[in-house]
């Protein structure tokens, strides 16, 4: 599986951006698929997940109420819509793909990642 993920980009505190997370073929549709986020010098750690159907969604909860992850079975694709951005988002976000259709916070559960995006928010 091959993930593309975009959206990434510069922006002020309190904006928004909407990454993209965009699977190669059909093979995350069964699966739980996951935004992760790494920041210099800081471990990876889960942000949001969304189980496969879509409606079972999981959140860290420094993002909880910010962030919305959301997933188009049809087009291949999972989204993480992010509000209200603060300094401590600035990261550089990966999206994975679980073995499993349940979401898990753990990195061990991802087989699949994509590349990452940058964001980068500034005051």
């Known amino acids: 599986v091959q993930l593309q993920a975009s959206g990434g980009g510069l922006v002020q505190a309190g904006g928004s951006l909407r990454l993209s997370c965009a699977a190669a073929?059909?093979?995350?549709?069964?699966?739980?698929v996951s935004w992760f986020r790494q920041a210099p010098g800081k471990e990876r750690e889960f942000v949001a997940g969304?189980?496969?159907?879509?409606?079972?969604?999981k959140y860290a909860d420094s993002v909880k109420g910010r962030f919305t992850i959301s997933r188009d079975n049809a087009k291949d694709t999972v989204y993480l819509q992010m509000d209200n951005l603060k300094l401590e988002d600035t990261a550089v976000y990966y999206c994975?793909?679980?073995?499993?259709?349940?979401?898990?916070?753990?990195?061990?559960?991802?087989?699949?990642w994509g590349q990452g995006t940058q964001v980068t928010v500034s005051s």
């Open positions: 994975a793909v679980s073995r499993y259709s349940v979401v898990s916070s753990g990195l061990e559960y991802y087989n699949y």
């Open positions: 073929k059909r093979t995350a549709s069964n699966n739980a």
């Open positions: 969304v189980g496969y159907r879509g409606p079972s969604t």
